[in-house]
């Protein structure tokens, strides 16, 4: 067999170029079945995290006690109504805001303003260790109950 520069192409080189075509194929069929395998398990993956978020704003904002959720950094993130009521806020003035400016607690007797000391008290989730008895201080309020 001659190529078209004259020159001849053995069959042994025949088959090599055949076999390397036939690789190739193959190796793009499988890295677009893997692209589109991931694509189709992103999507699953997304959907599964919506639903949870749902599930969790739908409980968020049925729960009868107020509930402010934040960020790491102490960002308010979330607010449902019983809390919007108790603070004095409303959801879109509280959104985003670092949650010692909106949650104002202050000591009992002198009603003395305390900062909220986010990264010791609150990813613990324990109120119980804070060494006064806090109240917290409506936003529409100048005093503490």
Known sequence: ?????????????????LT??????????????????????????????????????????SIGDA???TDVSGRVTDINSVAES???????EMLGKPLDT?????????????RIPFNKYCRKAKLSDWPITPYLLPHREKNAP
Do not use: N
């Not at 036939?22 to 599964?48: C, D, F, H, P, Q």
């Not at 108790?86 to 879109?92: A, F, Q, W």
């Open 1 to 17: 067999m001659f190529c078209s520069g004259g020159c001849q192409v053995e069959p042994y080189d025949r088959a090599a170029m």
């Open 102 to 114: 909106v949650f104002k607690i202050v000591r009992e007797g002198d009603h003395a303003r305390r």
């Open 67 to 69: 509930v402010v959720t």
């Open 86 to 92: 108790l603070m004095g806020y409303s959801r879109t």
């Open 20 to 61: 390397l075509l036939l690789l190739s194929a193959v190796g793009y069929l499988t890295v677009r079945r893997m692209a589109r395998e991931r694509i189709e398990e992103k999507a699953a993956a997304e959907s599964l995290l919506w639903e949870a978020k749902e599930r969790a704003e739908v409980t968020l904002h």
